[in-house]
């Protein structure tokens, strides 16, 4: 199983606040990078997905790889108490398989 | 514009009996994957199928665990003999076509519990 390592929480944060996680992963290789966000007892909701060295931004949302590190991170601008969830960092290997850290979870304090 | 579609949501299985989990995918999605996911632990790849073939099955335990994805239907991953052990949260994932630029889309679980 490839290795997917995500920085320990739990995390919490104020309100307003940015929130940053920390992912990284074993296979020099990989070139697919995912950040899914799941709410207790729900499902994981693709959130961001990366690709290519450097920043990606969506809304208050910014994805961050750096493939000679291997590393990938993800930062929640502007913090809202709905962002309160496990933030799940996901790699692709072999072109389908998704092998998933054990996530992080976020609380955004109001 | 439904999604990938998990039924039931809840299931609860004495020890020894058996437990189907069904999967339709999205709309125009070929490719379905099976993950495991058990208390405060990430998500584990259990089995990637595309219409009839099992791709890999390398994450699914070689006794009890079956999947199947027919021509007509629902993915179905079976169960048999459960114990304890397979209480968990499983999750299915629809995809249009293998590789990064065809991001996992996933159902919203089925909780198995086996008294």
């Known amino acids: 199983q490839k290795e997917v390592e995500q920085n320990s929480g739990p995390l919490s944060v104020p309100e307003g606040a940015i929130a940053s996680l920390n992912c990284t992963y074993s296979?020099?290789?990989?070139?697919?990078f995912f950040w899914y966000r799941q709410y207790s007892g729900k499902s994981p909701e693709l959130i961001m997905f990366i690709y290519s060295n450097g920043d990606k931004e969506d809304g208050r949302f910014t994805a961050q790889l750096n493939k000679a590190s291997q590393y990938v991170s993800l930062l929640i601008r502007d913090s809202q108490p709905s962002d309160s969830a496990t933030y799940l960092c996901?790699?692709?290997?072999?072109?389908?398989?998704?092998?998933f850290g054990a996530g992080t979870t976020v609380t955004v304090r109001a | 514009n439904a999604g990938v579609m998990q039924n039931p949501r809840h299931l609860v299985r004495r020890r020894g009996q058996e437990a189907r989990l069904r999967c339709s995918p999205m709309?125009?999605?070929?490719?379905v994957y099976w993950y495991r996911q058990l208390p405060e632990e990430g998500l584990k790849f259990m089995v990637y199928l595309q219409k009839e073939n099992i791709i890999d099955e390398s994450g699914m335990p070689k006794e009890r665990f079956s999947a199947e994805f027919p021509k007509e239907g629902p993915s179905i991953l079976r169960i048999q003999q459960v114990v304890r052990g397979d209480s968990a949260a499983y999750f299915c994932?629809?995809?249009?076509?293998?590789?990064?630029?065809?991001?996992?889309?996933f159902g919203n679980g089925t909780r198995l519990t086996v008294t």
């Open positions: 709309k125009g999605h070929s490719h």
């Open positions: 994932a629809s995809s249009r076509d293998r590789g990064g630029n065809s991001p996992l889309h």
């Open positions: 296979d020099r290789g990989s070139q697919s």
């Open positions: 996901a790699v692709l290997f072999n072109d389908y398989k998704l092998s």
